[in-house]
């Protein structure tokens, strides 16, 4: 069982920059894939990026890839996502999720919310205009 735990989110204008976290409790944290999702009112829940178990392969989304960067810290139980130059179509509740898959490799596989076993509750973030 793995708990998890964002922060980070808030209210940002425009071009402007967050720092999302994901705290995993439980054991084992460096086996599970992470990754990072968002919903924004009335829309499906979509890929945002993934990072494999030792944080060498990284995955995005086309609408985030150059703006984002997926991190994480075996050591701390913690997966991080910077993002910059934000925009206000990233308006939306992220949500970080860990997946027991042991098979396929990030960036062909683990962009499916179908593919992840744990959720965290979700952290808001809204850009300004």
């Known amino acids: 069982q793995v708990q998890l735990v964002e922060s980070g989110g808030g209210l940002v204008q425009a071009g402007g920059s967050l720092r999302l976290s994901c705290a995993a409790s439980?054991?084992?944290?460096?086996?599970?894939?992470m990754g990072w999702f968002r919903q924004a009112p009335g829309k499906e829940r979509e890929f945002v990026s993934a990072?494999?178990?030792?944080?060498?392969?990284?995955d995005y989304a086309d609408s985030v890839k150059g703006r984002f960067t997926i991190s994480r810290d075996n050591a701390k139980n913690t997966v991080y996502l910077q993002m910059n130059s934000l925009e206000p179509e990233d308006t939306a509740l992220y949500y970080c999720?860990?997946?027991?898959?042991?098979?396929?490799?990030?960036?062909?596989?683990?962009?499916?919310?179908?593919?992840?076993?744990?959720w965290g509750q979700g952290t808001q973030v809204t850009v300004s205009s």
């Open positions: 990072i494999n178990r030792s944080g060498v392969i990284t």
């Open positions: 439980g054991r084992a944290f460096s086996t599970y894939v």
């Open positions: 999720a860990a997946s027991m898959m042991v098979y396929g490799s990030v960036g062909i596989r683990y962009r499916s919310s179908t593919e992840y076993t744990y």
